[in-house]
């Protein structure tokens, strides 16, 4: 890939129908929503759900966006599976589908060391010929990457750069201060809190799953920030972090999001993880939606 990517890039929910299968029609649908908005994709990471999607399942949502998209916008797949044997397999057979790019969580349930993340991510990018993000999210993974660490990777060839969604500016700061001076090595951020922060520190792009409910209100941060007005990025943000407090006070993603996204009228279908909202709570979804989103 010779250039960056930038911008916006939905972290887009995997719509199910009435039995809980994949629905490609509604998928379309929802990729379409993120196109008009100026957003790429992200699929099959949190907020799509990869974690109660078989392999096969993962393939198919990938090849309904990446023909969907069709060139008019980046598409990144999550490929990240517990063993670095897994994570290639899935990698050689989502590459062929055409993505832009891949990303990897680190290996979960069992803690690793800083040199074994190291070999695991030079082994994957070395056995695949579609470029590599890591990507960090401690709080589900129970690894961490360290700045020093992504420092090391970054002169992997086939690395171009990080998620990060560990959910503080510390930890985005130390990825952003850790690339320094390497080219073609981008850092995308994954909370919906510092979008605007992120491209002022130097993010090239973020990932944002709150793009769901919100994609044009997302994307008016980067649209804004980068036609040069910082103070309009920076309101579009506090009207995004307001919704993100509001919401998450109610329930986490992904299934808050998706809940969103159903009563904003479309049919995206149930998270398929044993979440339930009692009536309660989707009231109060609802009141969300209609205060920042209608």
């Known amino acids: 890939m010779s250039q960056k990517i930038t911008g916006v890039l939905t972290a887009i929910v995997t719509c199910f129908d009435q039995e809980g299968a994949l629905n490609p029609t509604a998928q379309r649908e929802q990729i379409k929503r993120q196109l008009a908005a100026g957003n790429g994709i992200f699929c099959g990471g949190t907020n799509g759900e990869f974690f109660v999607l078989n392999e096969q399942e993962k393939i198919a949502v990938t090849e309904t966006c ?80 360290q700045p020093e660490t992504v420092r090391t990777l970054a002169s992997h060839p086939n690395i171009i750069g990080i998620k990060d969604s560990a959910g503080s500016y510390e930890s985005l700061s130390g990825f952003i201060k850790a690339a320094e001076g390497i080219d073609n090595f981008n850092v995308l951020n994954g909370p919906d809190s510092l979008i605007h922060q992120g491209f002022v520190d130097g993010c090239s792009a973020c990932i944002s799953g709150l793009a769901n409910a919100a994609p044009k209100e997302i994307n008016a941060i980067w649209a804004r920030f980068s036609a040069g007005d910082i103070d309009g990025s920076r309101a579009a943000q506090e009207n995004v972090t307001g919704l993100r407090t509001d919401l998450y006070s109610i329930g986490f993603s992904p299934a808050a999001v998706k809940k969103a996204v159903s009563l904003l009228g479309y049919d995206v279908g149930e998270s398929r993880y044993a979440v339930r909202f009692s009536a309660d709570e989707e009231q109060k979804i609802r009141q969300v939606v209609n205060q920042y989103l209608k």
């Open 66 to 145: 990446v023909d969907e998209v069709n060139g008019r916008a980046p598409v990144v797949a999550h490929i990240g599976e517990i063993s670095t044997r897994e994570t290639i397999r899935l990698g050689k057979q989502i590459a062929k589908l055409g993505v832009d790019a891949v990303s990897a969580i680190t290996p979960y349930f069992v803690p690793l060391r800083q040199e074994e993340l190291i070999y695991h991510y030079q082994t994957v990018a070395d056995a695949l010929d579609v470029p590599l993000f890591l990507y960090n999210i401690p709080a589900r993974t129970g690894n961490t990457l």
